[in-house]
């Protein structure tokens, strides 16, 4: 259903089919009821949309979470409603024995237990109640787990789901493969089970697959797979003939890249794409240059998105290879002649002529150069001489002018003496 809240006239809108309106109408009411109290339902009344399950008292405050905090996750991963409720014939109870009960589970009876209401869809509410017993598993061990055999004490799976096709299976590992098949946060663990298709969740040490027998035979697979790759390479013999598997054969050159640094790139891939891949430890073609990349998923769009990004890398890879060996091959060229020994020793003929050649350049500029030198220092001197030559011209010019001025005052005063003496 489809829901519209409108704030400012405190009423909300459901849209969808009659039973999906009616089924979001009483989650709502539920919902309301959590603000103001215990909310009493008949827990043993058969629904279709309802799985309801017990949980010890003493982890109660565990699988609830701060303020709720696990469950709001719970129902944001799984697309569900859940909250505890407490059976409807404890609302004619008095407040005394209700007091009553409340003190007798607080002295930790063991077989004390409240009922935790998960209401969604199928997948969802077997998602979220495997999550529940994880929780529950790791608050209080052996409660769900059988110790000696590490299987499930009691069966989750209802007789009508038995019969539509579900069921539970489990896989028990060792510490180390715990670790590596749950992956930081959880991631490996969701990748598996988004690639396959099938609930996957892990109890204790034991993996639970959860749903139809196709998508269980899909996660066991896969899951095994990923175990088998901490210690060596894996090898799928019939790839070819799975409805789930898609092979890109991928340049021996360019594996490395596909990969990255300890699988980094290729688990981008795989959360872009929402598959599981891996190379394969078997040999590619015939050449032997080509290695076989294998791509899962239960969603043929998803393998074919996956195969899309992979040759967009493999294009992008050799692309750059061949612009860095021609950049190499360019260098290299300029660097050395021709492997030819007649065309290096041409070669080397030019390179000495030219030498030769820029060097008696060079001299005859050398040698411009100094007699352009001499000759304007030769004309410097020449200026120089001539100058002189002209100022000792006009000196003598000048000497002989004064000395005749000084004859001629001479003879007109010896010319003015001779008169007085006739007188």
Request: aromatic fraction near 6%; proline fraction near 2%.
């Amino acid at each position: 259903a489809k829901l519209d809240v409108h704030e400012r006239d405190l009423k909300i809108d459901i849209h969808g089919p009659r039973i999906a309106r009616k089924r979001a109408k009483e989650y709502i009411k539920l919902v309301m009821a959590q603000r103001v109290g215990p909310v009493y339902m008949d827990v043993k009344t058969k629904r279709e949309d309802l799985t309801v399950v017990p949980v010890p008292s003493d982890c109660i405050g565990y699988v609830t979470g701060k303020r709720g905090s696990v469950l709001r996750s719970l129902e944001q991963e799984w697309g569900t409603l859940i909250f505890f409720v407490k059976d409807e014939k404890e609302k004619d109870r008095d407040r005394d024995d209700r007091d009553r009960d409340r003190r007798r589970r607080d002295r930790r009876d063991p077989d004390s237990t409240d009922s935790l209401c998960i209401f969604g869809p199928k997948r969802g509410r077997y998602g979220a109640h495997l999550k529940v017993l994880s929780a529950v598993e790791f608050k209080s061990k052996g409660w769900y787990l059988d110790r000696d055999n590490d299987g499930p004490k009691f069966d989750i799976i209802t007789a009508e789901d038995k019969e539509e096709g579900w069921d539970c299976e489990h896989y028990a590992m060792d510490s180390s493969d715990f670790s590596y098949a749950l992956g930081a946060g959880g991631s490996t663990r969701m990748k598996l089970a988004t690639a396959s298709g099938c609930i996957i969740q892990y109890i204790g040490n034991v993996a639970f697959m959860c749903g139809k027998k196709h998508e269980r035979k899909r996660a066991m697979d896969y899951l095994a797979w990923l175990i088998k790759q901490r210690k060596g390479s894996v090898f799928v013999e019939d790839a070819e003939d799975r409805d789930d598997c898609l092979i890109v054969d991928v340049p021996q050159q360019v594996v490395g890249f596909i990969t990255g640094y300890k699988g980094s790139s290729l688990r981008s891939i795989e959360r872009e794409s929402s598959t599981f891949c891996f190379a394969d430890g078997g040999k590619g073609k015939e050449d032997s240059k080509t290695e076989r990349l294998l791509i899962f998923s239960y969603s043929e769009d998803n393998r074919k998105k996956a195969k899309e990004i992979v040759d967009g890398m493999v294009e992008q890879k050799m692309r750059e290879d061949s612009e860095r060996r021609h950049r190499s091959d360019r260098r290299r060229r300029r660097r050395r002649s021709p492997s030819s020994s007649a065309s290096r020793s041409r070669s080397r003929k030019k390179k000495k002529r030219r030498r030769r050649e820029r060097e008696d350049r060079r001299e005859k500029d050398d040698r411009r150069e100094k007699d352009d030198g001499r000759d304007k220092g030769d004309d410097r001197r020449d200026r120089d001489k001539d100058r002189k030559d002209e100022d000792r011209k006009d000196h003598d010019a000048k000497t002989k002018e004064k000395e005749g001025n000084e004859d001629e005052e001479r003879r007109r005063r010896e010319g003015d003496g001779s008169d007085e003496d006739s007188d």
